[in-house]
């Protein structure tokens, strides 16, 4: 077996993974190695070319997840999760979100301390180069973010309809949070089209730093620890060789590989639920009963409508506006999110037999905060085997209860007379699906997910036994390893989290380079 020695490794070249690689390199003295299982994405037009994203779905590109059979949910669901550098923001649909400070005070008091949003919206300003203007957004980072211009007049109709039904036009990533609100999105898109993903943003501008070493095609099958419990790097297969190869890490290793995978490598090297290990034959080093466990999303229906008018045929990612609102009183952040589409959505229904169109628009509603928690376990302790995951989905009935307000919400918004000119036939559900068990059917048969799954290797306070990692981000129960990628989140964010995730890896990194610096002193 080979070996190679650096001062850092980061396993994944993800959201996460390509900013904490990007940070950790910018000291020249530091050597640091990136590790991907998928390819690059340099000259790759379907993935840089971010209204191509739904090509990518269960694509060469994606490790397409099926999940577990569903007591109250859509069986037939898959996870998408990427596999290109980038990770999934080179796969998704560049909406661009702040997280709302009450999300990361939620963090906080979950035990996250150093998380709330006096301590992360500067690394978020550091991050980003936004076109709105104002020293709450920064415009010097590696990440652009611009506003989707109001070019779709049944989008521009649909944001009439909602100020009609009493939720507002507002400004996204303003600096505020939005209970009730409705606007086109912000995205990570530079202005020629080309989705500015983690991977455009951090890695293209510095791939000959000479001390940073790219090893994509680099599958992870197990990390490595010496006697006491030290991470000393990685095992990986190289897919050029079919060999394995030992990644040594003189000081850490960051873990980055998403909320299905981290945990995934996590149990493979020992580190997980002990019961669960030993079922499938692995030696337990540390029992972290979290570890795959605490799984969140963001489930998701949909409402389809024939369009009485073309629809638009350009798009800058075709899936244009949210609204938010709430579905109860007292809340202090929105409990129910739409995305609009303006295209077809069938990808759950045409197999009921549901009527399709080629010429329509969609809402999805989705739970921001679902209560429903899921599991990833080994289906074996083989690393080529995808992975048992289970998201649980309506097992807790808050979940359904605001899904179908949302289906009820859709239509008496695009009921109004300002949609008149753009709604023809309601497709599905359809006009005979009225009463919440008609829908809740529906819903339960037909729903997808935004694919936002996080939670699964939370961190915590440090004597929380059901978190895996402490604020810092270092795994408990072993040292010199750390977790950076969404599966930290204690909650997943109200909303589309990608710009929080990158966020996570401009910690991971500040965080790590403190720790150098306090043990040089």
């Known amino acids: 077996m080979s070996e190679t020695e650096y001062d850092y490794v980061v396993v994944g070249g993800g959201s996460a993974g390509a ?3 990007a940070r950790l390199s910018e000291d020249p003295g530091t050597a640091v190695a990136l590790i991907e299982a998928g390819p690059s994405d340099l000259g790759e037009d379907v993935i840089l070319q971010v209204t191509r994203w739904m090509e990518l779905l269960e694509s060469g590109f994606d490790w397409d997840y099926p999940i577990e059979p569903q007591e109250n949910g859509n069986s037939f669901m898959r996870h998408a999760r990427a596999k290109v550098l980038g990770g999934c923001s080179s796969h998704n649909s560049c909406i661009a979100f702040w997280p709302p400070a009450e999300d ?4 906080e008091r979950l035990g996250a301390e150093g998380w709330g949003s006096q301590s992360t919206y500067p690394l978020l300003r550091k991050l980003e180069n ?111 060789t079919f ?64 369009a009485k008018q073309p629809m638009i045929t350009d798009s800058p990612q075709w899936w244009e506006i949210g609204i938010f609102t709430t579905t109860e009183e007292g809340l202090d952040r929105p409990d129910l999110m739409f995305h609009y589409g303006a295209v077809p959505f069938d ?129 408990k129960g072993v040292s010199s390893l750390r977790v950076a990628d969404g599966s930290a989140m204690p909650e997943l964010t109200t909303v589309n989290p990608n710009i929080t995730t990158m966020m996570i890896g401009e910690k991971c990194a500040e965080m790590i380079k403190s720790a150098a610096q306090a043990d040089q002193r």
Not at 256 to 275: E, F, R
Not at 283 to 294: E, K, L, T, W
Not at 351 to 373: D, I, K, M, Q
Not at 398 to 420: C, N, S, T
Request: one cysteine or more; charged letters at 25%; aromatic letters at 6%.
């Open 19 to 21: 900013a904490v690689a």
């Open 104 to 107: 990361l005070a939620q963090w």
């Open 130 to 240: 936004n076109e709105l203007d104002g020293e709450d957004h920064g415009h010097e980072g590696p990440v652009r973010i611009r506003q989707i211009p109001d070019h779709d007049p049944c989008g521009v109709a649909l944001l009439d309809a909602c100020e009609a039904a009493g939720i507002p036009r507002v400004q996204f990533n303003d600096g505020s949070t939005v209970t009730s609100g409705a606007n086109f999105f912000q995205i990570n898109v530079r202005e020629d089209g080309v989705r500015s993903s983690s991977s455009v943003s951090y890695l293209h501008p510095i791939l000959d730093r000479p001390n940073l070493t790219l090893l994509t095609g680099n599958r992870a099958k197990k990390l490595n620890f010496d006697a006491g419990n030290r991470c000393t790097g990685v095992d990986v297969e190289d897919a050029g």
């Open 243 to 306: 060999h394995t190869k030992s990644i040594k890490a003189r000081h850490e290793v960051v873990l980055s590989a998403g909320a299905i995978d981290s945990p995934k490598l996590l149990m493979l090297s020992g580190i997980g639920p002990a019961t669960h290990l030993q079922e499938v034959g692995i030696d337990v080093r540390v029992d972290s009963p979290g570890v795959g466990s605490h799984l969140q999303d963001h489930p998701e229906g949909v409402i389809q409508w024939e």
């Open 347 to 475: 990808m759950h229904t045409a197999r009921w037999g549901y009527p399709t169109t080629e010429n329509g628009f969609c809402l999805t509603p989705n739970v921001t905060h679902a209560r429903s928690r899921g599991t990833v376990r080994l289906r074996t302790m083989d690393y080529r085997d995808k992975p048992l995951v289970d998201p649980r989905y309506f097992t807790d009935p808050h979940d359904m209860r605001v899904m179908v307000a949302g289906i009820k919400l859709a239509r008496q918004i695009v009921g109004r007379e300002e949609m008149a000119q753009w709604a023809g036939e309601e497709l599905y559900p359809g006009p005979d699906v009225q009463t919440d068990e008609q829908i809740q059917d529906y819903i339960s048969k037909t729903h997808n997910t935004v694919y936002h799954p996080a939670g699964t290797v939370r961190m915590g306070a440090a004597d929380d036994e059901s978190s895996p990692l402490d604020p810092q981000l270092r795994v």
